[in-house]
């Protein structure tokens, strides 16, 4: 995920401007959710319906915002489109860009090192290996609900499980050093966070690149049986090169886990604001595949913080899209998309079918897809098992973010 681009910390005349070309629909500011909630915005269905493709006009670069369905599904798959790093755009000033140390994580490689690099990962994050992880992702989620227990209620279940718990399967997963976590997550989400902090994302980029790299290190001197290790090996065996090690080590640290954990925090929200689905879903295991989708579709997380740029021109919902545009799918706009589902805004753990895009599609489609919908399944199935009367606490409400376009609650207190 990355966030609108703020390229340079000024204007510049060397910037394109982000003047509304002639002709188009009136301009937008950046669509938010409402305060204190997950969202989604509530200009996504005026916007789909009126202004599918509209021009935002408080980004520093010139960008437009895709909401429809059909828009978002075509842009996120089109090769036109690719990934800057979000700090190295190519319409930077010269002397702003940075000198080899742009943020390159697998989501902006592109060509045969992509492809090799996918291909060297495709086993490890199969729907087998996966299916093999899942005892072990289990007794990480009752280890942490064990001790988020014992410190009594009511209980913050961000800080107890919802934040830590995608980034220990990960870190398990992958071999990065969970207790390194206090050093590399402020950074990582500093990076993640450019919309806010830019100067802040360029400042921590070499500390998290010399981080990773000490971690190829570590594997080389001790090798170790993780994905990591893994690709390690792959290295010094000439089918892959360093910096696509490097670039997956960064995929995995700045946004490997997040959304995860944005998913399973709103997805818990969601249930205990309608305890009727949680009931359900607690008695009836067999809905729980599917209610997994239906969590992907409804969870707002994604509200416009992918940023694709043009390589060329073309036309898009009756507008034209020149090259070096920033495009901003709006993925939590298109999974409420009237004309493909069904009364959109209702959670229904039953929802059948589901099309819903949150993975993406082409070339750059979540490669951790099924490690995403394993950590969801085992994370609410295991909360199910050991709290089956969880319940929003009373007298307390979760706490937001507000300013951050992706969406989960900061604080979840709980009782049971």
Not at 29 to 45: I, Q
Not at 94 to 108: A, F, S, Y
Not at 302 to 327: P, S
Request: hydrophobic fraction near 40%.
């Amino acid at each position: 995920m990355q966030s609108t681009p703020q390229p340079s910390d000024g204007p510049s005349s060397t910037a394109p401007s982000a003047t509304p070309p002639r002709g188009t629909l009136p301009s937008i500011d950046l669509p938010l959710p409402p305060p204190g909630t997950m969202g989604p915005p509530a200009e996504y269905p005026r916007l789909r319906r009126e202004c599918p493709v509209a021009w935002l006009q408080d980004a520093d670069a010139p960008s437009w915002f895709v909401s429809r369905y059909d828009d978002v599904r075509a842009v996120i798959g089109d090769p036109r489109l690719v990934r800057p790093s979000v700090n190295g755009w190519s319409f930077m000033p010269e002397q702003d860009r940075p000198d080899g140390m742009e943020l390159i994580t697998m989501m902006e490689m592109e060509g045969p090192r992509h492809t090799a690099l996918r291909r060297a990962l495709s086993g490890a994050f199969s729907a087998r290996s996966v299916r093999r992880r899942l005892p072990r992702i289990r007794r990480s989620a009752e280890r942490l609900l064990d001790e988020f227990a014992d410190g009594g209620a009511p209980g913050d279940l961000i800080a107890g499980y919802t934040e830590p718990f995608p980034l220990l399967v990960v870190c398990e997963s992958v071999g990065i050093p969970y207790e390194d976590r206090d050093y590399y997550l402020p950074m990582a989400d500093a990076a993640l966070g450019a919309l806010l902090t830019v100067e802040e994302a360029r400042r921590v980029t070499p500390l998290l690149r010399d981080y990773v790299r000490s971690l190829i290190v570590q594997r080389r001197r001790a090798p170790a049986d993780d994905i990591l290790g893994d690709l390690v090996r792959r290295c010094d065996r000439g089918e892959l090169d360093e910096e696509s090690v490097l670039s997956f080590g960064l995929s995995m640290l700045v946004a490997g886990y997040r959304t995860t954990t944005m998913f399973l925090s709103d997805a818990v929200l969601a249930l205990l604001a309608d305890p009727d689905q949680y009931v359900r879903l607690r008695d009836d295991r067999g809905l729980l595949p599917g209610a997994v989708e239906e969590f992907l579709r409804y969870v707002p997380a994604m509200n416009g913080v992918v940023v694709l740029q043009a390589t060329e021109d073309f036309e898009l919902g009756g507008q034209t899209i020149r090259a070096g545009d920033a495009v901003l799918p709006a993925l939590a706009s298109a999974n409420r998309d009237e004309t493909v589902f069904d009364e959109p805004e209702r959670l229904d753990v039953c929802r059948r079918p589901n099309p819903h895009i949150a993975f993406g599609r082409g070339p750059h489609n979540c490669i951790g897809a099924h490690l995403a919908r394993a950590e969801l399944t085992v994370g609410l199935e295991t909360l199910l098992d050991r709290f089956p009367h969880l319940r929003l606490a009373e007298g307390h409400s979760p706490t937001w973010d507000d300013a951050s376009p992706s969406k989960s609650p900061l604080t979840l207190p709980v009782s049971w």
